[in-house]
């Protein structure tokens, strides 16, 4: 049985920008606000590449360090993506 998917504008990355989001790759997790999207990447501000999560129902990451400017990830990378805190 084959079920699709329908794409929806209310959902997705492009509805969450201008929300603080988490981006979880296959190495690594990234955290920040979601401030663009296109077809081959996202855009965060105000990111950090998260090293050690501790448990994830808490307000803080364990291990997460600020990147110095905007980050770009590939939407190619990306796992799975929500907002966490």
């Known amino acids: 049985m084959?079920?699709?998917?329908k794409e929806v504008e209310t959902e997705g990355l492009e509805a969450l920008i201008g929300k603080r989001i988490t981006i979880f790759c296959g190495v690594y997790i990234y955290?920040?606000?979601l401030v663009g999207v296109n077809e081959s990447c996202v855009k965060l501000e105000n990111a950090a590449?998260?090293?050690e999560t501790g448990e994830l129902?808490?307000?803080t990451?364990?291990?997460a360090q600020?990147?110095?400017n905007s980050w770009y990830v590939s939407r190619g990378a990306i796992?799975?993506?929500g907002i966490m805190k």
Do not use: R
């Not at 084959?2 to 998917?5: D, F, H, M, Q, R």
């Open 61 to 63: 990451w364990k291990d």
């Open 2 to 5: 084959k079920i699709l998917v």
């Open 31 to 33: 955290t920040g606000d």
């Open 57 to 59: 129902g808490t307000k």
């Open 66 to 68: 600020s990147l110095p």
């Open 49 to 51: 590449i998260v090293y």
């Open 79 to 81: 796992e799975s993506f």
